[in-house]
Nanobody, 120 residues
Framework: QVQLVESGGGLVQAGGSLRLSCAAS????????MGWYRQAPGKQRDLVAT???????NYADSIKGRFTISRDNAKNTVYLQMNSLKPEDTAVYYC??????????????WGQGTQVTVSS
């Protein structure tokens, strides 16, 4: 059984910072991709940032220069450092991972989501 566990959300004032973490656990052979998405009330789930196993990174235009994604391969953990937060960043943030488990099966997983609320 493989799962993703997220942490680090909360309430912060505009201009503040938060750091999200997402740890993958279980019988993992290899993680190919980890990323963060977010979904605001009444809106679709949108990509925030992704990082491939080789280190290639992709950011949504709306967060470039403010958010930084990083990955600790030894801990199977991805982080999202969010600085200069704005009220429009308020959303539930979801971690996503594409991995190969110990049976060599391809698995796509979502975390449970963590709420980020930015007050003006």
């Amino acid at each position: 059984q493989v799962q993703l566990v997220e942490s680090g959300g909360g309430l912060v004032q505009a201009g503040g910072s938060l750091r999200l973490s997402c740890a993958a656990s279980g019988s993992i052979f290899r993680i190919n991709y980890m990323g963060w998405y977010r979904q605001a009330p009444g809106k679709q789930r949108d990509l925030v940032a992704t990082i491939l196993s080789g280190g290639n990174i992709n950011y949504a235009d709306s967060i470039k220069g403010r958010f930084t994604i990083s990955r600790d391969n030894a801990k199977n953990t991805v982080y999202l450092q969010m600085n200069s937060l704005k009220p429009e960043d308020t959303a539930v943030y979801y971690c996503n991972a594409h991995l190969v488990d110990s049976s060599r099966a391809q698995v796509s997983l979502w975390g449970q989501g963590t709420q980020v609320t930015v007050s003006s």
